[in-house]
T-cell receptor
Framework: AQSVTQPDIHITVSEGASLELRCNYSYGATPYLFWYVQSPGQGLQLLLKYFSGDTLVQGIKGFEAEFKRSQSSFNLRKPSVHWSDAAEYFCAVAAGAAGNKLTFGGGTRVLVKP | DGGITQSPKYLFRKEGQNVTLSCEQNLNHDAMYWYRQDPGQGLRLIYYSQIVNDFQKGDIAEGYSVSREKKESFPLTVTSAQKNPTAFYLC??????????????FGDGTRLSIL
């Protein structure tokens, strides 16, 4: 069965600084990978997805993620963080044989200092 | 605008009571999902349905039940058998049937608490 690990529970970053959120997955075949963002008390919004092809994918709100098969990683990055980026971020993997079932990581909460 | 509507936003349950959470989508999506979210545990799949009149258990189905009588509706009932129902519940949907990799669209959630 697939699994997703987000090693950092909390990250604090200064506004304007760069941000990197780590995601490691375990899955036997080529994964379908996603990053979602959740503001407090709300649902999840898709930031970006990776299916195949170029390993560097661009998403909304200035985020990008890089797929590294050799490291089983799909880390999310943003060059310059804005206060509005304070939220919880979830990495997820879809199992091909089971359709669109997603397995989520535990999430990383990002705090932005002024 | 198309989207997923969950209601109510807040719900309180008394001991021994069943409660039903509503999820409606107007995206014409085939597949729908229910997740439970607890602090620090991410989202865990309760039930999912890939087509009308069909649904499957997810990872934590015990104490929950669902129905899928209409394409746009996928209500979740939290039964009295669920001993720890306090959580944030999220409904999602995707297009594309069983094709893997379609991104899920989420509602804004229902927060269920025990009185």
């Amino acid at each position: 069965a697939q699994s997703v690990t987000q090693p950092d529970i909390h990250i604090t970053v200064s506004e304007g600084a760069s941000l990197e959120l780590r995601c490691n997955y375990s899955y036997g075949a080529t994964p379908y990978l996603f990053w979602y963002v959740q503001s407090p008390g709300q649902g999840l919004q898709l930031l970006l997805k990776y299916f195949s092809g170029d390993t560097l994918v661009q998403g909304i709100k200035g985020f990008e993620a890089e797929f590294k098969r050799s490291q089983s990683s799909f880390n999310l990055r943003k060059p310059s963080v804005h206060w509005s980026d304070a939220a919880e971020y979830f990495c997820a993997v879809a199992a091909g044989a089971a359709g669109n079932k997603l397995t989520f990581g535990g999430g990383t909460r990002v705090l932005v200092k002024p | 605008d198309g989207g997923i509507t969950q209601s109510p936003k807040y719900l309180f349950r008394k001991e021994g009571q069943n409660v039903t959470l509503s999820c409606e989508q107007n995206l014409n999506h085939d597949a729908m999902y229910w997740y439970r979210q607890d602090p620090g545990q991410g989202l865990r799949l309760i039930y999912y349905s890939q087509i009308v009149n069909d649904f499957q258990k997810g990872d934590i189905a015990e104490g929950y039940s669902v129905s899928r009588e209409k394409k746009e509706s996928f209500p979740l009932t939290v039964t009295s058998a669920q001993k720890n129902p306090t959580a944030f519940y999220l409904c999602a949907s995707t297009s594309g049937g069983t094709a893997a990799g379609q991104p899920q669209h989420f509602g804004d959630g229902t927060r269920l608490s025990i009185l």
